[in-house]
């Protein structure tokens, strides 16, 4: 990472001279280009025709339809993990939203700004239910599969520090290594984002065998991402996402947006429809924006719902990620 | 006098048999299998950890597998899950090439061999008439496959799949052998120049992986352009490719030149060939012919290096299979998917290796 960094501030400044307004590039360009996984269970993967579809990748239809009117202009780049902060600073994309953790560096140091948390993830450890353990604190001695290189690493070697037990990690290269390592039983406990965890034991065949420990021993908020410099894309950018997680907090879904339209007797809501006010005109978009992002694929709710949530095969509950009135720390500023 | 053993013989007696431990099957195990002892328990070994793996393998690939479902969880079996073939084959091969024109890539991939054939062997009727279709046949490719000319255009963008791999490797392959024919050449002229930047292309090629060529092609590259000149992804990977694969090249002929006696350059010259006539007549002939070995296996090399172009973000056969078994429906597919990809590589430099054996016992022939 530190390599890189030099290299991509210094990037960055040279696109940030080459463009100064992202959304014109974007409406001159007729399609958004947005930066996503090379396939990560239920953010980013193909579907049987061969398009995107994901929770990331609905971030992407939104903001796309938001600006353009259609949740279909979109590029896809796909991105590793190494790749991805070069093609966001070099401008090969306008928005990156690949499962990134928002940390102080990658803000900071890389220069660029993150519009919000679409995904407050969090590292946990599964096991097997007859190690009898019921809490990751009780894991003294057990071995556990890891993956090398990555936070997860250090978050673990912190957590055993801080609560003075021992473990015995098993080093993998890669998230399939790890799940066919743990099935093997090469290790007692596999520990990654819970996210990921849910995807892996949705594969299991015995899977009511396997437990997920209560502890989430890091914070790893994921979110989307864009160059510093341009703030009214940034600002776009924010404020999709706001309006995503403040129509599901209004009620307003893919279902009854037409009815709603017609005007209703919240402000709130007419303001975000735009049919009172001109909050849309101030962003440099269109009145109805987000009326359009939330046709492209629904309201936060119904986005997490479709691709992670208790009736998918990763049947992720929504935890932290529900509303703030709803037991979570969901929390979008009002539109006004 | 008259004792039988003087009795001239006047016809050879039949020969008898030969024991019946040395020959038939019986032969062939004794002198294949069990010629001594340290080979009898070889020969047990290995029959022992095949009657091992091959049942398990055929029962995990065909006996308990299952083709038929709409998602993972239809898959009931304890073997192979292939369900999702049905689906996704198009996928595999095309990438994200439109479905309805799909078959712009069958017709090219059918006349690509006319094109190669008449380079690959001789003897083939009307191989001057099909050596000049070869030559146009990367301009009917690259039309049919991207688009114009009254065809609808393709961005690069939507290749991928196992055409994505052949499109890069035979790209590459046919490419960096005539540069890596000139490099090596270059590297052993007599001219300070010429040779000083053959050997600094070949070293600096050489001395950095596939993977940061790649990487470099992809963010570096973009920013020195000017803003509105933009090079495409596959035509950077095929350029990036061929320049690698032609640093090995350039080594592999380097090889091959160093192993023809000086006696024959000398005699090359005595007739009064030019340079380029020594080369092309005595030289190089002969120095190709050596090196078939490791010019195959620099192909084979390049052909696997293809999965490298995830990096980039683009999707070959492999970058597919991780693509898919992220979707939920087809989630820990990962054996399956794996097997698949990894059979389109077997078949592919299989067959590779198969005519450079081909081809080196037919020069051979030539020869003697």
Known sequence: MKRFSLLIAAMTL?????????????????????????????????????????????????????????????????????????????????????NT?????????????????????????????????????????ASICIQTG????????????????????????TNEEARKAYLAE?????????????????????????????????????????????????????????????????????????????????????RMLGTEGSLGEMLGLQKDWA?????????????????????????????????????????????? | MNSPSNEAITQYKEARPPPIASVGIIGWLRHNLFSSVSNTILTLVSIYLLSIAIPAIVDWVILSSQISGDTRFDCKVEGACWAWIDQRLGQFLFGF?????????????????????????????GQRYLRWFSVAYPVIATILLAGGFG????????????????IVGLSGIVLSLPVGIVLALGRQSKLPLIRWFSIGFIEAVRGVPLITLLFVSNILLPIFLPPDVTLDSIIRVIIMVTAFASAYMAEVIRGGLQAIPSGQYEAADAMGLNYWKSMRLIILPQALRVSIPGIVNTFIGLFKDTTLVIVIGLFD???????????????????????????FFFAVCFSMSRYSMWLERRLARQRH
């Open chain 1, 14 to 98: 040279i696109s940030g001279v080459a463009s100064a307004g992202t959304l014109d590039d974007v409406k001159k360009r007729g399609a958004l280009q947005c930066g996503i996984n090379t396939g990560l269970a239920g953010f980013a993967y193909t579907d049987d025709n061969g398009k995107w579809a994901g929770f990331d990748v609905a971030y992407c239809r939104a903001l796309a339809s938001a600006v353009l009117g259609n949740p279909d202009k979109v590029k896809y780049v796909n991105l590793t993990g190494k790749n991805r902060f070069p093609a966001l600073a070099s401008g090969e994309i306008d928005v990156l939203s690949r």
């Open chain 2, 151 to 166: 065809l609808q255009e393709v961005p690069t963008d939507k290749f991928g799949g196992f055409m994505l791999n052949l």
């Open chain 1, 150 to 173: 990555t936070t997860t690493e250090l978050n673990l070697a912190d957590f055993f520090r801080v609560n003075k037990i021992k473990y015995e990690p098993v080093p993998i290269e």
């Open chain 2, 317 to 343: 056969i492999l970058g597919i299979a991780n693509a898919m078994v992220s979707n939920p429906d087809w989630l820990g597919l990962s054996t399956e998917t794996y097997v698949f990809v990894a059979a």
């Open chain 1, 101 to 141: 953790t928002w940390t102080f560096s990658r803000d900071v140091k890389l220069g660029f700004t993150f519009v919000g948390v679409s995904y407050y993830d969090g590292q946990g450890f599964i096991g097997r239910k007859k190690l009898g353990v019921k809490s990751a604190k009780e894991l003294d001695g």
């Open chain 1, 291 to 336: 009326v359009k992002a939330l046709k492209a694929g629904g309201n936060y709710g119904e986005i997490f719902d479709r691709y992670l949530g208790e009736k998918t095969p990763l049947g992720l509950s929504r935890g932290l990620n529900a509303l703030w009135n709803n037991g979570g720390v969901l929390y979008a500023p009002p539109m006004r």
């Open chain 1, 186 to 270: 090469r290790c007692d406990v596999y520990t990654t984002d819970a996210s990921g965890l849910a995807a892996t034991k949705s594969t299991f065949a015995d899977a009511d065998k396997h437990m997920v420990f209560p502890e989430i021993i890091s914070k790893e908020p994921l979110g989307p991402l864009v160059r510093q410099g341009d703030d009214a894309w940034a600002d776009i950018a924010r404020w999709t996402l706001n309006a995503l997680i403040n129509a599901e907090e209004y009620g307003v879904t893919s279902g009854n947006i037409d009815k709603m339209l017609k005007g209703t007797k919240n402000p709130e809501i007419n």
């Open chain 2, 97 to 125: 090439y439109p479905a309805s024109e799909r078959w712009r890539v069958v017709i090219a991939f059918i006349l690509l061999f006319p094109a190669l054939i008449p380079w690959l062997t001789h003897g083939i009727p």
